[in-house]
């Protein structure tokens, strides 16, 4: 039986790590490269996925925490969020790839006339680049980046920033995300929302998070 949000929508918002596409091989690469620069221990792979979603300065503090269990100071952080992102820039893309039916149900919305867009924490020198790299960017009318409006998710404004370029109301949106950031944006904002059971969900159950839906795979958004 079809539940209140499967239907047809003039937009979808995605999220994209997590959701789109399994950046975190490549993320937990840069990651451990600073951390065993600046002599920390590595971390695990299960520990990055835990803490990716909101943003690299959140994922670079959150391993420091691990590691020490104290705060770092300031220009500590800065300087170790510059050394993450001088690796990631060169190998954004060597092991990130999409999540199952992905490319096939963005294709088939797309032909539908759906307009698409990403809307991600993630930072537009970083976004827009993995895009272009997975051939991927073809998909959407537009890219909205963590650095693309004041405040970023769990705040509504970039979600409410993307459907005001896409020139659709909330209630003409779908976002699909995998965490509790995505649901409280979408939320906030007024769009229906369904969350990826096995995102980058921070090791809380997605059932408990108030979204509309909970999907297993891309396909089930058709």
Request: glycine letters at 6%; a negative charge.
């Given at each position: 039986m079809h539940t209140s949000w499967q239907r047809e929508?003039?937009?979808?918002?995605?999220d994209l790590d997590g959701t789109l596409l399994?950046?975190?091989?490549?993320?937990?690469?840069?990651?451990?490269?600073?951390?065993?620069?600046?002599?920390f221990a590595s971390v695990s792979m299960e520990l990055?996925?835990?803490?990716?979603?909101?943003?690299?300065r959140a994922l670079v503090q959150e391993s420091i925490l691990h590691n020490k269990m104290v705060p770092p100071v300031e220009n500590q952080l800065d300087v170790m969020v510059e050394t993450f992102l001088g690796y990631y820039r060169s190998h954004l893309t060597e092991t990130t790839i999409p999540y199952p039916h992905v490319l096939e149900t963005?294709?088939?919305?797309?032909?539908?006339?759906?307009?698409?867009?990403?809307?991600?924490?993630?930072?537009?020198?970083?976004?827009?680049?993995?895009l272009e790299q997975?051939?991927?960017?073809?998909?959407?009318?537009?890219?909205?980046?963590?650095?693309?409006?004041?405040?970023?998710?769990?705040?509504?404004?970039?979600?409410?920033?993307?459907?005001?370029?896409?020139?659709a109301t909330p209630e003409q949106a779908l976002f699909v995300g995998d965490s509790a950031?995505?649901?409280?944006?979408?939320?906030?904002?007024?769009?229906?929302?369904?969350?990826?059971?096995?995102?980058?969900?921070?090791?809380?159950?997605?059932s408990s998070l108030g979204a509309h839906g909970i999907i297993d795979t891309f396909a089930e958004i058709l």
């Open positions: 929508y003039d937009a979808y918002l995605f399994d950046t975190a091989p490549d993320l937990d690469a840069a990651l451990n490269f600073c951390l065993s620069t600046h002599g990055t996925r835990h803490w990716v979603g909101h943003g690299v963005l294709t088939r919305l797309k032909d539908r006339g759906a307009r698409l867009a990403v809307v991600t924490n993630k930072l537009a020198e970083l976004t827009e680049p993995i997975m051939d991927m960017a073809h998909f959407f009318h537009t890219v909205v980046s963590g650095d693309a409006t004041a405040r970023s998710k769990p705040a509504p404004d970039p979600v409410l920033f993307c459907l005001e370029r896409l020139s950031t995505d649901v409280a944006a979408a939320l906030a904002a007024g769009t229906m929302v369904v969350c990826m059971r096995n995102g980058y969900n921070h090791g809380v159950d997605v």
